[in-house]
Structure formats: C-alpha cells, structure tokens
T-cell receptor
Framework: DAGVIQSPRHEVTEMGQEVTLRCKPI?????LFWYRQTMMRGLELLIY????????DSGMPEDRFSAKMPNASFSTLKIQPSEPRDSAVYFC??????????????FGDGTRLSIL | AQSVTQLGSHVSVSEGALVLLRCNYS??????LFWYVQYPNQGLQLLLK??????LVKGINGFEAEFKKSETSFHLTKPSAHMSDAAEYFC?????????????FGSGTRLQVQP
C-alpha cells in the first residue's frame, strides 16, 4: 500500500515568495493533518480535516497560511508571502475515522522548507 | 487540555543494554497514547499505541510500553538495544472520548546507541 505522499521533499525559496506544499493521503483515510516541526517548538498541529472539511485550524500561525482539501485524495498548504521564520519541516498525516481518536496517524516523509 | 512530558531530550545506551524512555501525560479524560519513532529525514512511524484494552502494549522492533494510570506514565522500554534503534522517539496523546483527533506530542527523546 502506498503511504502518505508529500511533495516536494525539499523547497528552497526567497522571502516573499508563495510556497505550496502538497499531500496525498492514504486511500480510504478520511482524516488529514498538517504538522510543522522545528527545533524550537517541536511538532505542532497546524490544521486537520475530516471528509475534506477543516475541523480545527487553531494552529495555523497567521493569515499568511492557508490549507485546502478539494477532494479526498489531495490537500495543499500554502504560505503567502513566505518569511524566514517559516523554515521548518512540514508533515502531512492521515488516519481512518471509525471509532474514537485511537486510530493511529500515518505520516509522510515531510517537506523541508527553507526560506532565505 | 492535554499535554505530554518526555524526560530527557537525549538518552545514550550501550548496544545490548536496556532502553527506557520516559513519558508522562496529562489529560482530563481517559487518554489514547502513542509512541512514534523518527529516523533522520523521514516521517514519524508508529511503534505502538495504548487504547485501554491492555496496560502492557507490545509494539514493533521489540519495544513495549506500560500504561500506569496512578503515575500518569507510559514509558517505552526495550530489553536489549540495537544499533538500528538510534533515532528520535516521540510520545503523543489524544483525547479518548472527545472525538478530537489531533495528537499532542512530547518534545522527543533522541536515543543514541553506543557500540
């Protein structure tokens, strides 16, 4: 089975540019999560979706960040304009929905973002 | 609100020695607890999960964890460390019963295995 697929794996861009990160969840999973990992703050939840609908976006840092899930097999996280402090590894994860919140989340390999 | 504390950001053991990585949680409702492992330049991989069926949980690669409600702990152990166990380990909690799916992660423990 294919796991969670993220692209690109690495992104280097200049401050002020728009950045788009992409994620394909595991087929059949109806929850999708975006996390950010930094040395200073560890792993932080940014937003999560259920059946393509955003459920909790309280972790999104500011209006420069936006996330969409137009269908069950694709999600994007966009930063516009980007700033050096956005440099981090961004992870996408997905999980099944049945039962309570004991379903494990399956992570992609992440996108390492560097804003110069 | 829920939280996770991992004691020790770095742990070093000799190959063949016992591995003990500590995790304490805080949750207002019965928690679901997870341990994940992260190898360099990779995503997180599930090691094991506690979901109230049994207090001693066995995971992959010989790891296990014991849920102790009285101590609010979920420590990860492995009887004999292998060089391939060198990685970063994260404990995570989600609210059991509230339906909220997000995980709260600890700050991680980097395990070093000495030959």
């Amino acid at each position: 089975d294919a796991g969670v697929i993220q692209s690109p794996r690495h992104e280097v861009t200049e401050m002020g540019q728009e950045v788009t990160l992409r994620c394909k969840p595991i087929s059949g999973h109806d929850y999708l999560f975006w996390y950010r990992q930094t040395m200073m703050r560890g792993l932080e939840l940014l937003i999560y979706f259920n059946n393509n609908v955003p459920i909790d976006d309280s972790g999104m840092p500011e209006d420069r960040f936006s996330a969409k899930m137009p269908n069950a097999s694709f999600s994007t996280l966009k930063i516009q304009p980007s700033e050096p402090r956005d440099s981090a590894v961004y992870f996408c994860a997905s999980s099944l929905g049945q039962g309570y919140s004991n379903q494990p989340q399956h992570f992609g390999d992440g996108t390492r973002l560097s804003i110069l | 609100a829920q939280s996770v504390t991992q004691l020790g950001s770095h742990v070093s053991v000799s190959e063949g020695a016992l591995v003990l990585l500590r995790c304490n949680y805080s949750s207002s409702v019965p928690p679901y607890l997870f341990w994940y492992v992260q190898y360099p330049n990779q995503g997180l991989q599930l090691l094991l999960k506690y979901t109230s069926a049994a207090t001693l949980v066995k995971g992959i690669n010989g790891f296990e964890a014991e849920f102790k409600k009285s101590e609010t702990s979920f420590h990860l152990t492995k009887p004999s460390a292998h060089m391939s166990d060198a990685a970063e380990y994260f404990c995570a909690v989600s609210d059991g019963g509230t339906g909220r799916r997000a995980l709260t992660f600890g700050s991680g423990t980097r395990l070093q295995v000495q030959p």
